[in-house]
Nanobody, 122 residues
Framework: QVQLVEAGGGLVQAGGSLRLSCAASGRTDSTYAMAWFRQAPGKQREYVAGITSGGMTDYARSVKGRFTISRDSAKNTGYLQMNSLKPEDTAVYYC????????????????WGQGTQVTVSS
């Protein structure tokens, strides 16, 4: 079992930045892939970015060039640096983990955090 706890959400103006963190505990041998998803009101949960245990990264087209995913295996913590934020980035952001490769499908992930709200004002 892996427990995930997100932090770092908040309210920011358009064009601003936020850094989300995802602390993992429990079975943390760091061989899991980690991803960020987001869900806006009335919309389906969507993939944002993923990172493998080896550090390979992948991004959704909507955030590529603005968001950066990273992880510190020694601290069992993942991060999502979000720059040039837009109002359409407003959502609850979830951290997820799975043993194996990155998938963009939410149903491939076994472990989820509780989510953190990100609100971008125009």
């Amino acid at each position: 079992q892996v427990q995930l706890v997100e932090a770092g959400g908040g309210l920011v103006q358009a064009g601003g930045s936020l850094r989300l963190s995802c602390a993992a505990s429990g079975r943390t041998d760091s061989t899991y892939a980690m991803a960020w998803f987001r869900q806006a009101p009335g919309k389906q949960r969507e993939y944002v970015a993923g990172i493998t245990s080896g550090g390979m990264t992948d991004y959704a087209r909507s955030v590529k060039g603005r968001f950066t995913i990273s992880r510190d295996s020694a601290k069992n913590t993942g991060y999502l640096q979000m720059n040039s934020l837009k109002p359409e980035d407003t959502a609850v952001y979830y951290c997820a983990a799975r043993y194996g490769n990155i998938w963009s499908a939410a149903n491939k992930y076994d472990y989820w955090g509780q989510g953190t709200q990100v609100t971008v004002s125009s």
